[in-house]
């Protein structure tokens, strides 16, 4: 069964910036758009942004546009998001899987961002 590993999570001010990393085990994200998701406490589970499997084309939602960048190494089949400008609703579980949600989902990295 893939398993997808996340990680990078961490505390951080208001205006910091984090790096998360994800992974797949057999090289997963090869055949797949990859998105991460996020779950802030007591809502729901929202899409971030999106790479293609080529790791050419990405989205962003709106909310984090220009301050979030999606990326993804081809040679290590993982994808990472460049978080800037932190905000306190940024604060979340950051969850990584296709974009589709077809592989079984990770523990996430939690997220803080203090004001």
Do not use: H
Not at 41 to 59: H, L, Q, W, Y
Not at 67 to 92: E, G, H, Y
């Amino acid at each position: 069964q893939v398993q997808i590993v996340e990680s990078g999570g961490g505390l951080v001010q208001a205006g910091g910036s984090l790096r998360l990393s994800c992974a797949a085990s057999g090289r997963a994200f090869s055949y797949y758009t990859v998105a991460w998701y996020r779950r802030a406490p007591g809502k729901e589970r929202e899409f971030v942004a999106s790479i293609a499997s080529s790791g050419t084309a990405t989205t962003v939602a709106e909310s984090v546009k220009g301050r979030f960048t999606v990326s993804k190494d081809n040679a290590k089949d993982t994808i990472s998001l460049q978080m800037n400008s932190l905000k306190p609703d940024d604060t979340a579980t950051y969850y990584c899987n296709t974009l589709f949600a077809e592989l079984p989902w990770g523990q996430g990295t939690r997220v803080t961002v203090s004001s």
